[in-house]
């Protein structure tokens, strides 16, 4: 058994725990263990990520109890995936986070660490019950990290956040109760095995239990009618914790994936293709929907959200054409839309910080200092979420109008894209041109004292160069998704590998 | 036993459902009380109702409860427990700050 699968938990949870004992003891070394906590882990997943580029599947039995009794740990592509993911983005948001970010409350480390944690779990675990576990936890680190800093509308916020989660979770134990009382089982291979075979009297309580899960995964994602929590959550929450919050809407997604990939997969016979009619609609209105409420925004972290928004509809669109190719440019896609975002949401907050009073309202105002410097990057950054050319918002939207080009619903999606398109391009333009051009005196007394520049901009252009290198390498990350794609829509591969651990010592 | 587990599972969740779309965050917090005991209850059912029998193993047991669900129903009340003392503080935070107890920070009209 190789204990490399479940280093991406145990490394978060341990500094988690050490940041805790030692933070009252010398606060001056918060800083460089969570940046070697967040190093160790990037390592530890790209070892992980080696270990499984050529199809092998990491089953890691928690206390050796072989599955399906205990608790199983499963790094196969896609979760090595997600976790590279998670670790560049933690780094670059922690690259931020050191310059004041975490001084303005305590145990920032701590719940940072515990949010990767939480994150680095759900990615892993191969039990359904696990994962509502997990859940728990990254959304418990979430909460303190959204309130991190207080104020009145980050409360009011974090409150709305806490309880529509809260309703989350209740479904997901109604959802998980159901499946155990029907198959008698909560790991995710053996569920697969036994919903494929599944009584006739049982079917309907199998697909009820099945689509709440969707529900629930759905509020994760922040699918159409359950993403009214996300705006609100987002905008008011620290730049540092907005962009780390990027990747939280991918855990649903994420979820989506794995769950209806394998337990209602193509291969689950009675419950086959159960969320097939759901998820394709939904994600375009949520596409839609979302670029509307970009348009309309008042603020410019507010119109991040809603993009973050539209990010979702346009992943779970690729998802929901339940295909190599629409699975392969969902998942290219996916870490594109999470670095863009992190991206914008940090660089709302150094202009906000730049215009005293109008703060990131998008009101004509006095000019911003360093206007060259931020205007380019936000140029850059639009180019890369609005999907032009030549970067690899692009090429992920390419990818997944190609996937769709056979799809009986092609001139809904192929619509609905390309008017999501050009309405993102004008919400950037008029935001751009608004923040940048409209300048009506000399630049406004900076609300707080500034850090140095480069300094400042160093976790952004890093962002934008982890984006540069998805289209630079595309070639070969493409080819990677693909292999990605193929495993997930193959679950017999992921039941054998973990229904047939057992015996190895 | 089966109609009346089922009558309180169903009257806590009616419960719940409707105090959580209560305007003020007391019945809030109440309403998501309710609805983990509900959701703890059903979760313990889904064992399957048994009376007297032990959960683990005994020579002299005739049958057996099923230990699963009591085990995770136990991870659900502790979780439940912390989420729900998380809330209520957050409440309390939101009325000192937000000077009202509505859940959208705004005084009745």
């Not at chain 1, 199983?72 to 310059?99: E, N, P, S």
């Not at chain 1, 973050?308 to 998942?331: D, P």
């Not at chain 1, 109008?401 to 950037?428: E, F, K, Q, Y």
Request: hydrophobic content about 60%.
């Amino acid at each position: 058994m190789n204990h490399l699968a479940i280093a991406p938990v145990l490394t978060p949870l341990l500094a988690g725990i050490l940041l805790l004992l030692l933070g009252g003891a010398c606060p001056s070394m918060r800083r460089p263990l969570s940046f070697i906590a967040v190093v160790i882990q990037i390592g530890v997943v790209l070892a992980l990520m080696a270990a499984t580029h050529d199809g092998a599947i990491l089953v890691y039995a928690l206390g050796h109890w072989p599955a399906p009794f205990g608790i199983v740990l499963v790094v196969d592509r896609l979760a090595a995936w997600l976790l590279i993911i998670t670790a560049l983005l933690a780094f670059f948001v922690l690259l931020h986070a050191v310059q004041g970010d975490d001084r303005t409350g305590q145990h920032f480390h701590v719940l940072f660490q515990l949010q990767l944690f939480g994150l680095n779990g759900a990615f892993l675990t191969g039990d359904l019950f696990n994962l509502f576990v997990f859940f728990e936890i990254l959304l418990l680190a979430s909460y303190g990290l959204l309130l991190h800093g207080g104020g009145p509308w980050r409360v009011r916020a974090g409150l709305h956040f806490v309880v529509v989660n809260l309703l989350g979770s209740t479904l997901f134990l109604f959802a998980v109760g159901t499946l155990y009382g029907i198959f008698g089982a909560l790991n995710m291979a053996d569920l697969a095995q036994k919903v494929a075979v599944a009584s006739p009297e049982n079917v309907p309580l199998a697909r009820a239990s099945g689509l709440l899960l969707f529900g629930v995964f759905a509020l994760k994602a922040a699918l159409l009618p359950f993403y009214l929590w996300l705006p609100a959550t987002y905008a008011h929450a620290g730049a540092t914790v907005a962009a780390l919050f990027a990747i939280m809407t991918k855990v649903g997604a994420y979820c989506i994936l794995r769950v209806y990939g394998l337990i209602f997969g193509a291969s689950a016979g009675p419950v086959a293709g159960l969320i097939e009619p759901w998820l394709l609609p939904l994600a375009l209105a949520t596409l839609i929907v979302g670029l509307l409420g970009a348009l309309a925004s008042g603020g410019l972290r507010q119109q991040t959200a809603y993009l973050v928004v539209a990010s979702v509809g346009s992943l779970l669109l690729a998802f929901g054409l339940n295909r190599v190719a629409g699975v392969a440019a969902g998942l290219y896609y996916l870490p594109h839309t999470t670095f863009a975002t992190a991206a914008l949401f940090l660089l709302a907050d150094a202009i906000a910080r730049r215009r005293g009073e109008s703060d990131d309202r998008l009101d004509p105002a006095a000019a911003i200092a360093d206007a060259g410097v931020l205007g380019g990057l936000f140029f850059i950054i639009a180019v890369a979420v609005a999907g032009l050319p030549p970067l690899s918002g692009f090429l992920g939207k390419f990818l997944l109008l190609r996937a769709a080009l056979d799809h009986p619903l092609l001139s809904w999606i192929m619509t609905a894209v390309l008017i999501a398109g050009l309405l993102g391009l004008i919400a950037l333009a008029r935001t751009g041109s608004l923040l940048f051009f409209r300048a009506l005196s000399p630049p406004a007394k900076a609300s707080k004292p500034l850090p140095a520049l480069l300094l400042e901009m160093a976790p952004i252009i890093g962002l934008l160069l982890l984006i540069l290198g998805l289209t630079v390498a595309g070639g070969s990350i493409v080819e990677q998704t693909r292999a990605i794609a193929a495993q997930v829509l193959q679950p017999q591969l992921y039941i054998n590998a973990v229904m047939h651990s057992g015996a190895t010592p | 036993m089966e109609l009346l587990i089922v009558l309180i599972i169903g009257v806590l969740t009616a419960c719940g459902v409707y105090l959580t779309l209560r305007g003020r965050t007391f019945p809030v917090v109440l309403g998501l009380t309710f609805l983990s005991y509900a959701v703890n209850l059903f979760l313990f059912a889904m064992g399957r109702l048994t009376v007297g029998q032990p959960a683990i193993i005994d020579p002299r047991a005739a049958a057996y409860a099923d230990p699963v669900p009591q085990a995770l129903v136990l991870t659900a009340i502790v979780i439940g427990f912390a989420m729900t003392a998380f809330v209520i503080v957050l409440a309390l935070k939101a009325r000192a700050e937000l000077g009202n107890d509505h859940v959208d920070g705004r005084p009745a009209p």
